[in-house]
């Protein structure tokens, strides 16, 4: 499934009108027979199998319990395009998404295809009517190789019936090499890097002949040198004809590979135009509805003494000894190419992994950091960067994540105090500015930024000293990542030590007082970010200078 979990944000939608609601509770009255069939439904409607639009979605309605997800919204694609779909996290992207996809089944309006109306019953039936989706959250088997995770379903067998194996890793391999990634065919997936596992599910995606393609956020583990394959993959799928819908919060991404652009906010549409007629200031304000400043927060204070010092430290996926110092008040920002060693580097510091040798120091006392927990009750805390698995307990309420850290402090007789955990949660909610529908509302339900506060909102109401944040923008809108850049500033000035990871160069530079540099698990560089360019540093991580 998508990842923004759009119509889970009752407070990002509209409400529904008593008559749309009518219609929805009974779909017997004013809507096309077609939509209330349990079958793939192919008619002679209006337009032609050669239209120029092999997909359009005409007035498209969809609603969960009290929240209008997509009001009245009309898509067209254009036959070997490659249309870009934008908007803030809760926009209704994956809503839209999962209805072309099958996974969905739409309340009001039309779905054409070839210019013939079609609606599915699942999204085995999108698959085989030619719409293919590359979701952000990858629908793959951990237990799984490659291989069998590529043909899962559509096993190749011989002139005997029997399943033909050396043929399918033979194609699974010719679908995995343009990327130029070295995959290892024949290990469990769950044994691969997340990076590897985005090129299997896109070799999966792409086995199939589809008519149309749609990829979101497909770059959000990709190495600058993965992401330029990635975009000649797309402009050769283009060149033969297959439709591409392209789903990023990198408006840098839109400019590089779209024809045409179309802005979804609040399950509206705001509008459709061609790439080229557009600027990336304009795009922001039809996604947020005002204009966004894209500046960096402006900082007050300076870094001052020592906090935290790592000498030498050994870790599993670091190469040789790690040494850096963070200051109080300080952005230490941290960049490398996916592999470099950064997420290693940032479990070793959290307790997450094993220190081999080497000492990690908080204002001059030696810690020892056997796990997670000890590092959080010595001050050290982590947002990681798989929010979801390692950051949050997803069926827990906003208030729960966000004071899970001091379950001990807030309690009575050896109960919890519901009262205060609500009251500690309430200030830190409202200090993010988290929206949520209440503090009781499971957090899955979030949008992905929202998420992403509730994790930091935890570890400021732990009273952590340093933040590790490992790409802490990860799968986030523009609102959202200027919101995210106050806090983080926000905390440094409060006198905290910030480690920042991030893959966006941009980022680090903006945010950050000093810049190291990764690369094959070593740190090979430091750079006073005022007086470097982007250039420098990546062609240091990339181990051409």
């Known amino acids: 499934a998508g990842s923004d979990s759009e119509h889970l944000e009752p407070d990002q939608r509209t409400p529904i009108p008593a008559a749309d609601r009518k219609r929805i509770d009974n779909p017997g009255r004013g809507t096309d027979a077609a939509f209330r069939q349990h079958e793939v439904v192919l008619g002679g409607m209006s337009g032609m199998a050669d239209s120029q639009y092999v997909l359009e979605m005409d007035k498209v309605c969809k609603s969960f319990p009290g929240v209008k997800a997509l009001d009245d919204v009309t898509f067209s694609v254009k036959r070997g395009d490659c249309h870009c779909l934008v908007g803030q996290n809760g926009a209704g992207k994956s809503t839209l998404i999962k209805i072309l996809a099958g996974a969905y089944p739409l309340d009001l309006g039309v779905v054409r295809l070839d210019g013939r109306q079609v609606t599915f019953r699942s999204p085995d039936q999108a698959l085989r009517m030619g719409i293919s989706v590359l979701y952000q959250e990858l629908a793959l088997n951990p237990y799984f190789n490659a291989v069998e995770n590529i043909f899962i379903g559509r096993e190749l067998s011989n002139r005997w019936g029997i399943i033909d194996y050396e043929r399918m890793k033979r194609e699974a391999a010719d679908l995995i090499d343009p990327f130029g990634v070295h995959v290892n065919l024949n290990v469990p997936i769950r044994e691969l890097s997340v990076a590897q596992q985005q090129i299997v599910a896109l070799a999966k995606a792409l086995s199939f002949d589809s008519k149309v393609v749609v990829f979101d956020e497909p770059s959000a583990v990709l190495t600058t040198e993965e992401l330029e394959r990635l975009f000649a993959i797309i402009m050769r799928l283009k060149q033969s004809g297959v439709t591409v819908i392209y789903i990023s919060h990198r408006l840098e991404e839109i400019f590089r590979i779209g024809d045409m652009v179309t802005v ?23 996604m947020v509805g005002r204009d966004v400043g894209m500046e960096f927060p402006a900082r007050k204070g300076c870094p001052s003494e020592t906090y935290l010092e790592v000498a030498n430290v050994r870790a599993p996926g670091l190469h040789s000894e790690a040494s850096l110092v963070v200051r109080k008040g300080e952005i230490l920002g941290i960049f490398g190419l996916v592999g470099s060693g950064r997420t290693e580097l940032a479990h070793a510091i959290a307790g997450m992994s094993r220190v081999e040798y080497g000492e990690i120091r908080l204002k001059g006392e030696r810690l020892s950091i056997q796990s997670p927990a000890d590092g959080i009750r010595k001050g050290v805390a982590l947002l990681p960067e798989n929010r979801k698995d390692e950051g949050l307990v997803l069926g827990m309420s906003v208030a729960e994540n966000t004071t899970m850290p001091i379950w001990r402090r807030i309690q009575k007789v050896g109960l919890l105090d519901r009262r205060e955990l609500r009251c500690v949660a309430d200030t830190y909610v409202n200090k993010l ?11 899955r339900n979030l949008s992905g930024g929202n998420q992403q506060k509730v994790v930091l909102a935890k570890w400021l109401a732990a009273n952590s000293q340093v933040l590790i944040l490992d790409e802490p923008t990860r799968g986030v809108d523009i609102g959202a990542k200027m919101e995210i850049y106050r806090l983080v500033v926000d905390a440094a000035e409060q006198g905290l030590g910030i480690v920042l990871i991030s893959s966006e160069l941009g980022e680090v530079l903006g945010l950050a007082d000093r810049v190291l540099v990764m690369r094959a698990g070593c740190i090979v560089g430091e750079f006073d970010p005022r007086e470097v360019d982007q250039e420098t540093i990546l062609a240091r991580a990339m181990g051409v200078a």
């Not at 500015?433 to 957090?443: C, E, I, N, R, S």
């Open 264 to 286: 979804l906010r609040d399950g509206r549409v705001v509008g459709t135009t061609p790439v080229a007629e557009v600027t990336q200031p304009d795009l922001v304000r039809m």
């Open 433 to 443: 500015g988290v929206k949520t529908a209440g503090l009781d509302y499971p957090v």
